[in-house]
């Protein structure tokens, strides 16, 4: 069975930094995606910055691709998501996904529909 388990988040003044974590287990074989979404009150969840993990193909989503950095400790099956210059408006509730491992192309990563396996969530707040 898969699970998530997401660490990181807090509190940061506006212009800070995140890093938040998500460790993966019970996955056998490496055709899955992992992703880091975020829902503030009110939103609907948006994926954040996605990953293949057979082939570490990655898509960070816009306007902000400077800001946000994803990378992948395979061994650990971690994925971490840091966030640079933190603004107040990425005051939300972080969630990792990830999908069954049937996934045989890194665009389908994209798919907000082929996530399954989520994470508790994390908080985060960027005060001004």
């Known amino acids: 069975q898969v699970h998530l388990v997401e660490s990181g988040g807090g509190s940061v003044q506006s212009g800070g930094s995140l890093r938040l974590s998500c460790q993966a287990s019970?996955?056998?074989?490496?055709?899955?995606?992992m992703a880091w979404f975020r829902q503030a009150p009110g939103k609907e969840r948006e994926r954040l910055a996605s990953i293949y993990i057979a082939n570490n193909f990655t898509r960070i989503t816009d306007p902000d691709p400077g800001r946000f950095r994803l990378s992948l400790q395979s061994a650990e099956k971690t994925l971490v998501l840091e966030i640079d210059s933190a603004r107040p408006e990425d005051t939300a509730q972080y969630y990792c996904?990830?999908?069954?491992?049937?996934?045989?192309?890194?665009?389908?990563?994209?798919?907000?529909?082929?996530?399954?396996?989520w994470g508790q969530g994390t908080r985060v707040t960027v005060s001004s």
């Open positions: 019970g996955y056998n074989r490496i055709t899955y995606c």
């Open positions: 996904g990830s999908t069954e491992p049937n996934i045989y192309a890194g665009g389908v990563c994209t798919q907000r529909a082929r996530y399954t396996y």
